[in-house]
C-alpha cells in the first residue's frame, strides 16, 4: 500500500470514530472494558475448538450495524494486517496430520482444525480492536486508560502523538513524494537516502517540540494536560455491559452451534 | 514481527499486560521524580516522528525487499531508557489501535519485544559502554549495529517463548527459533545501521540537539547499569514467577480434585456430563481469567474433541456435520440481525433527513 493510501485510512479511520450512534455515545471506559473482556474470552478457546467460536461473530456484527461502520473498510484493513498468526499458523497443517474429523469421507487432520481456530481468533481479535477505535475516539479511549490508573505521563504521550501523528505523517508524506519522484525503480530509495530523509525529519521534529513547548509555556503549561470533556455513566452504559458480558458468558458456556446443528438435523 | 492475539492464550497475554503495565509505572515514576517539563512535548513528538517514520519504506541492499524502521534504539539512545520506554509503549498503543498490528491482548507481549530489549538491555548493557567518552561516527556504528542486532534477537526469542507459552502453534521449538532468528538478524542489521546512521546524521548537522536533550534528559548522569539491570531482573523474576504459577496450575489436576470433592464417580460418558457442572464452579470461583474460562483440557465436550483423547477416533460423521450446519445457521442469523439493524437505521436516518442530501 502507499504512504498516501495509508494516511488516507488513518484519517477515516479517525473520522468514523467521531459518528454519532448508539455504541459511538457509550463510555469509552465501557468500550475499552468490553473490547478486552471479549478478546480475552474469545482467546479462552482450546487450540482445536472452532464451532465454539462461531457465534461470537455476533459482537462484531452488532457493532458493525448499530454503530453504522463500513464493513469493506475494515475488512480490508483486517486482510491488510500483517499477519504473523497465519505464518505461524500455516505450520500446524504440515506438522500435525492426524485426522480429526470424517466430513463427507475426507479426513479432516487437527492441524487444519487448529489452524483454522486460530484464523477465526485473528479475524475476530483485530476486527473488535478496529471496531473500537472506529466507535470511540481517540481521547476518548486515553480517558478511559486515565481512568483504569494508567500512570499519567503516559496518557499526555498518547494524546501528544494523536495530536501530532497527522501533521507529521503528512510532512513524511512531503518528503517520500519528493523521493519518490527523484527515484526510478529501487534506485534512490536505498537505506542511504532513507537516513538523510529521516534525519532532516528528526531535526524538524525536535525544532517542532521547541516551538510547541514554547506555545504551552505560554498558555499556562504546568506538566500535566487536562480534558475538558466529561463522560457520565449512564443506564445505557450500565445495560449495554450487562447485556454483552451476559450474552459472550452464554456463548462461552452453551454450545450455541451444536444446538442449532442438532435443531437443523431434525428439520431437515 | 508483531505478536499474534490469535496466538496467545489469556494466562501468557495477561501476564506480558502485567509485566509491560508494571514497567509502564515503574517508568513513569521514575520519570516523575526529575522530569524537566521540556520533554513531555518532545517525547510526544518524537513519537509521532517514530510512527510516521514507520510508515515509510526503503529498500534493503542486496535483496530489494523493503524494510521500515523499528525506532526503540533511536529512542533509547536519544531520550534515555525510561523516557524512550513510555514513547515506544505508546507508540506501539496507537499503532495496536489504528492499524490493529497484533491486537489488544498481544499489545501487552509487544511492548515488551520492542520496548524493553533495546532500552534496558541493549541501550544501558552494549550501547552505553561501547560509545563511552567521545565516540566518533564508526563507534556509533559499531555500537548502534551490535546493540540493534541483540535487541532484535533477544525478541524473537521472546516472541517464541510467548507462542510456546500458549500452545496455539505446533511448531517445535527449535524449528521455529530456526525460522526467527535469522530473518531477525538481517532486520537487526538494518536496524542497527539506521540508528547509526540518523544519530550521526543528527550529529553532524545540529550536534547541538543530542547534546542539550541528553543534559536535560532524567537520570542521564547517575544512571548506573547496576540499578537498571536489577530492575530488569527483578520484573523478569516476577513475571517468570508469575508464569510458572500460570502454567503449573495443571488443568487435570485441578480438575480430578474439583471431582473428588464433589464426589462425581469417573463417567464414561464424561462429554456432556462434568464439563459444563467444572466450568460452572469455575465461573464462580475462579478470579484469573484463564482458568475462569478455559475449557480443561482434558475434557472432552461437544462436538470437539481434543487431540489425543481416547474419545477422539470414535467420532461419526454425523457430528461434524451437524456442527457444519450449526454454523452455517449461526452465522446466517447473525448476518441477518446485523443487516436488519442496519436496514432500521438507514430508513430513520432517511426519514430524519428528508429534504436533505441522503449521501
Same mark, same amino acid.
Given at each position: 500500500?502507499?504512504?498516501?493510501?495509508?494516511?488516507?485510512?488513518?484519517?477515516?479511520?479517525?473520522?468514523?470514530?467521531?459518528?454519532?450512534?448508539?455504541?459511538?455515545?457509550?463510555?469509552?471506559?465501557?468500550?475499552?472494558?468490553?473490547?478486552?473482556?471479549?478478546?480475552?474470552?474469545?482467546?479462552?478457546? @482450546?487450540?482445536?475448538?472452532?464451532?465454539?467460536?462461531?457465534?461470537?461473530?455476533?459482537?462484531?456484527?452488532?457493532?458493525?450495524?448499530?454503530?453504522?461502520?463500513?464493513?469493506?473498510?475494515?475488512?480490508?484493513?483486517?486482510?491488510?494486517?500483517?499477519?504473523?498468526?497465519?505464518?505461524? @499458523?500455516?505450520?500446524?497443517?504440515?506438522?500435525?496430520?492426524?485426522?480429526?474429523?470424517?466430513?463427507? @469421507?475426507?479426513?479432516?487432520?487437527?492441524?487444519?482444525?487448529?489452524?483454522?481456530?486460530?484464523?477465526?481468533?485473528?479475524?475476530?481479535?483485530?476486527?473488535?480492536?478496529?471496531?473500537?477505535?472506529?466507535?470511540?475516539?481517540?481521547?476518548?479511549?486515553?480517558?478511559?486508560?486515565?481512568?483504569?490508573?494508567?500512570?499519567?505521563?503516559?496518557?499526555?504521550?498518547?494524546?501528544?502523538?494523536?495530536?501530532?501523528?497527522?501533521?507529521?505523517?503528512?510532512?513524511?508524506?512531503?518528503?517520500?513524494?519528493?523521493r519518490?519522484?527523484?527515484s526510478?525503480g529501487n534506485r534512490g530509495r536505498g537505506v542511504k537516502a532513507f537516513i538523510a530523509l529521516l534525519?532532516?525529519?528528526?531535526?524538524?521534529?525536535?525544532?517542532?517540540?521547541?516551538?510547541?513547548?514554547?506555545?504551552?509555556?505560554?498558555?499556562?503549561?504546568?506538566?500535566?494536560?487536562?480534558?475538558?470533556?466529561?463522560?457520565?455513566?449512564?443506564?445505557?452504559?450500565?445495560?449495554?455491559?450487562?447485556?454483552?458480558?451476559?450474552?459472550?458468558?452464554?456463548?462461552?458456556?452453551?454450545?450455541?452451534?451444536?444446538?442449532?446443528?442438532?435443531?437443523?438435523?431434525?428439520?431437515? | 514481527?508483531?505478536?499474534?492475539?490469535?496466538?496467545?492464550?489469556?494466562?501468557?497475554?495477561?501476564?506480558?499486560?502485567?509485566?509491560?503495565?508494571?514497567? /509502564?509505572?515503574?517508568?513513569?515514576?521514575?520519570?516523575?521524580?526529575?522530569?524537566?517539563?521540556?520533554?513531555?512535548?518532545?517525547?510526544?513528538?518524537?513519537?509521532?516522528?517514530?510512527?510516521?517514520? #514507520?510508515?515509510?519504506n526503503f529498500t534493503i541492499p542486496g535483496t530489494g525487499a523493503s524494510g521500515h524502521l523499528?525506532?526503540?534504539? /533511536?529512542?533509547?539512545?536519544?531520550?534515555?531508557?525510561?523516557?524512550?520506554?513510555?514513547?515506544?509503549?505508546?507508540?506501539?498503543?496507537?499503532?495496536?489501535?489504528?492499524?490493529?498490528?497484533?491486537?489488544?491482548?498481544?499489545?501487552?507481549?509487544?511492548?515488551?519485544?520492542?520496548?524493553?530489549?533495546?532500552?534496558?538491555?541493549?541501550? !544501558?548493557?552494549?550501547?552505553? !559502554?561501547?560509545?563511552?567518552?567521545?565516540?566518533?561516527?564508526?563507534?556509533?556504528v559499531?555500537?548502534?549495529i /551490535?546493540?540493534g542486532?541483540?535487541?532484535?534477537?533477544?525478541?524473537?526469542?521472546?516472541?517464541?517463548?510467548?507462542?510456546?507459552?500458549?500452545?496455539?502453534?505446533?511448531?517445535?521449538?527449535?524449528?521455529?527459533?530456526?525460522?526467527? #532468528?535469522?530473518?531477525?538478524l538481517a532486520i537487526g542489521l538494518v536496524e542497527g545501521s539506521v540508528t547509526a546512521g540518523?544519530?550521526?546524521?543528527?550529529?553532524?548537522?545540529?550536534?547541538?540537539?543530542?547534546?542539550?536533550?541528553?543534559?536535560?534528559?532524567?537520570?542521564?548522569?547517575?544512571?548506573?547499569?547496576?540499578?537498571?539491570?536489577?530492575?530488569?531482573?527483578?520484573?523478569?523474576?516476577?513475571?517468570?514467577?508469575?508464569?510458572?504459577?500460570?502454567?503449573?496450575?495443571?488443568?487435570?489436576?485441578?480438575?480430578?480434585?474439583?471431582?473428588?470433592?464433589?464426589? +462425581?464417580?469417573?463417567?464414561?460418558?464424561?462429554?456432556?456430563?462434568?464439563?459444563?457442572?467444572?466450568?460452572?464452579? #469455575?465461573?464462580?470461583?475462579?478470579?484469573?481469567?484463564?482458568?475462569?474460562?478455559?475449557?480443561?483440557?482434558?475434557?472432552?465436550?461437544?462436538?470437539?474433541?481434543? +487431540?489425543?483423547?481416547?474419545?477422539?477416533?470414535?467420532?461419526?460423521?454425523?457430528?461434524?456435520?451437524?456442527?457444519?450446519?450449526?454454523?452455517?445457521?449461526?452465522?446466517?442469523?447473525?448476518?441477518?440481525?446485523?443487516?436488519? /439493524?442496519?436496514?432500521?437505521?438507514?430508513?430513520?436516518?432517511?426519514?430524519?433527513?428528508?429534504?436533505?442530501?441522503?449521501?
Open positions: 500500500m502507499t504512504f498516501d493510501k495509508e494516511y488516507f485510512n488513518l484519517g477515516y479511520l479517525d473520522m468514523l470514530s467521531y459518528k454519532d450512534s448508539v455504541i459511538h455515545r457509550l463510555d469509552p471506559r465501557i468500550k475499552v472494558l468490553v473490547t478486552f473482556i471479549f478478546i480475552v474470552t474469545v482467546v479462552s478457546f @482450546g487450540k482445536y475448538e472452532v464451532y465454539g467460536l462461531v457465534p461470537f461473530f455476533l459482537f462484531p456484527a452488532m457493532l458493525f450495524s448499530l454503530g453504522d461502520i463500513p464493513v469493506m473498510f475494515i475488512m480490508k484493513k483486517v486482510l491488510l494486517v500483517s499477519s504473523f498468526a497465519f505464518f505461524i @499458523g500455516i505450520f500446524n497443517p504440515l506438522l500435525d496430520r492426524q485426522p480429526m474429523y470424517l466430513f463427507y @469421507g475426507v479426513a479432516v487432520s487437527g492441524g487444519w482444525v487448529s489452524f483454522l481456530s486460530i484464523m477465526l481468533k485473528f479475524f475476530l481479535t483485530i476486527t473488535s480492536a478496529l471496531l473500537l477505535i472506529a466507535t470511540t475516539s481517540f481521547p476518548g479511549i486515553c480517558y478511559a486508560l486515565q481512568k483504569f490508573g494508567i500512570p499519567d505521563i503516559f496518557i499526555s504521550q498518547l494524546l501528544f502523538i494523536y495530536r501530532y501523528l497527522f501533521v507529521l505523517v503528512e510532512e513524511a508524506m512531503k518528503v517520500v513524494r519528493a519518490d519522484m527523484r526510478f534525519g532532516t525529519l528528526f531535526l524538524r521534529t525536535v525544532e517542532r517540540a521547541e516551538r510547541i513547548y514554547r506555545a504551552m509555556l505560554s498558555r499556562g503549561f504546568s506538566g500535566r494536560l487536562h480534558t475538558t470533556r466529561q463522560y457520565r455513566f449512564t443506564s445505557a452504559d450500565a445495560l449495554f455491559l450487562a447485556i454483552t458480558v451476559a450474552v459472550l458468558y452464554l456463548l462461552r458456556v452453551h454450545d450455541v452451534v451444536g444446538s442449532m446443528g442438532r435443531l437443523s438435523m431434525r428439520v431437515f | 514481527m508483531h505478536m499474534a492475539d490469535a496466538l496467545l492464550s489469556p494466562a501468557v497475554g495477561a501476564t506480558f499486560w502485567a509485566g509491560t503495565l508494571g514497567t /509502564i509505572a515503574f517508568c513513569s515514576k521514575k520519570l516523575k521524580e526529575n522530569l524537566d517539563e521540556k520533554m513531555i512535548p518532545l517525547m510526544g513528538v518524537l513519537g509521532a516522528f517514530i510512527f510516521a517514520a #514507520q510508515m515509510i523499528g525506532g526503540g534504539m /533511536i529512542l533509547a539512545i536519544i531520550l534515555g531508557p525510561y523516557a524512550a520506554f513510555i514513547v515506544m509503549a505508546s507508540v506501539l498503543t496507537v499503532q495496536a489501535l489504528f492499524f490493529a498490528d497484533g491486537g489488544l491482548l498481544a499489545l501487552g507481549c509487544n511492548i515488551w519485544n520492542l520496548g524493553i530489549y533495546p532500552c534496558f538491555i541493549a541501550y !544501558p548493557l552494549i550501547y552505553k !559502554p561501547l560509545t563511552k567518552g567521545a565516540a566518533g561516527p564508526t563507534r556509533i559499531l555500537a548502534s /551490535i546493540s542486532v541483540i535487541a532484535l534477537q533477544v525478541g524473537a526469542i521472546s516472541v517464541v517463548i510467548e507462542t510456546m507459552l500458549s500452545g496455539r502453534s505446533e511448531l517445535p521449538f527449535s524449528t521455529f527459533v530456526l525460522l526467527m #532468528q535469522p530473518v531477525h540518523v544519530i550521526n546524521f543528527v550529529k553532524a548537522a545540529r550536534p547541538e540537539i543530542l547534546d542539550s536533550v541528553s543534559s536535560t534528559r532524567p537520570l542521564s548522569a547517575e544512571i548506573s547499569i547496576r540499578k537498571v539491570f536489577t530492575g530488569v531482573l527483578v520484573v523478569a523474576l516476577l513475571t517468570g514467577g508469575m508464569l510458572s504459577w500460570f502454567a503449573s496450575a495443571n488443568p487435570d489436576g485441578l480438575e480430578w480434585s474439583i471431582e473428588k470433592i464433589f464426589g +462425581k464417580p469417573e463417567l464414561p460418558e464424561q462429554k456432556r456430563g462434568i464439563a459444563p457442572v467444572w466450568k460452572k464452579i #469455575q465461573e464462580k470461583t475462579a478470579f484469573l481469567p484463564d482458568y475462569g474460562f478455559k475449557k480443561p483440557e482434558g475434557a472432552p465436550e461437544g462436538s470437539e474433541g481434543g +487431540k489425543g483423547e481416547p474419545s477422539w477416533p470414535a467420532i461419526e460423521p454425523g457430528t461434524s456435520l451437524s456442527g457444519f450446519l450449526g454454523s452455517a445457521l449461526v452465522l446466517g442469523l447473525i448476518f441477518l440481525l446485523g443487516f436488519a /439493524i442496519r436496514v432500521v437505521r438507514k430508513n430513520k436516518t432517511a426519514e430524519k433527513m428528508t429534504g436533505h442530501d441522503i449521501r
